[in-house]
């Protein structure tokens, strides 16, 4: 059964990511042909800036948060990936999680969820991010779900409140990247 594993792609103390990708996690769990769906919360993992003296495609890692974080990755078969607009674009955080590796992410799927408090949802900053994503040859799912006007979407105390028809496009974000992944994983 395949492991979907959520990524929130800010470090930034209070970030909305984390609400947004707590809510994604419950309703992925109730979704029968995943394994294992698992949150990962860049602040929590805590990369460097990318320190690896060789480059990442060689999978010659020196340092044990690297060989940590490409185990991690290796034993996903999807990706759900939240990540917020900073000016226009996705943050550094994010680009260095990818950068740290190279096959680890190879042929998987991946869905992006972008945010902002703006009008744009973040589209802006999902856009942004699909050249890197196919440069490492990842697969992309679905259309990208943007959240505008995030601050309104989320409750410090009750977390991520989704709207109906958000929560709709979420719910078939899911089901796109589950019917892929459960498609994929007889590949591994």
Same mark, same amino acid.
Request: hydrophobic share 40%; no cysteine; glycine share 12%.
């Given at each position: 059964?395949?492991?979907?594993? +959520?990524?929130? @792609?800010?470090? $930034? ?12 996690? $419950? ?10 769906? @698992? ?22 890692? $020196?340092?044990?948060h690297t ?5 991690? +990755? ?33 042929? =998987? ?40 006007? +995030?601050?309104?979407?989320?409750? =410090? ?5 989704p709207t109906?028809? +958000? ?19 007889? $590949?591994?």
């Open positions: 059964m395949p492991r979907l594993s +959520i990524i929130v @792609g800010s470090n $930034r103390p209070g970030s909305n990511g984390l609400p947004v990708g707590s809510w994604l996690l $419950r309703r992925a769990s109730e979704r029968e042909p995943f394994g294992e769906v @698992g949150l990962v919360d860049l602040a929590e993992v805590g990369l460097p800036f990318l320190d690896e003296p060789e480059h990442p495609s060689t999978g010659r890692y $020196r340092h044990q060989r940590n974080w490409s185990a991690l +990755i290796d034993a996903s078969d999807a990706f759900l990936i939240v990540l917020p607009m900073y000016n226009g674009g996705y943050g550094a955080a994010l680009k260095n999680a990818l950068d740290f590796l190279y096959a680890e992410w190879r042929d =998987k799927p991946v869905a992006l969820v972008s945010y902002s408090a703006g009008a744009s949802g973040g589209a802006p900053a999902a856009e942004a991010l699909r050249p890197v994503l196919e440069r490492l040859g990842m697969r992309l799912t679905g259309e990208p779900v943007a959240l505008p006007g +995030i601050e309104e979407l989320v409750d =410090k105390e009750t977390g991520f409140r109906p028809g +958000i929560a709709a496009a979420l719910d078939g974000l899911l089901d796109e990247v589950t019917t892929v992944a459960v498609a994929g994983s007889g $590949r591994r």
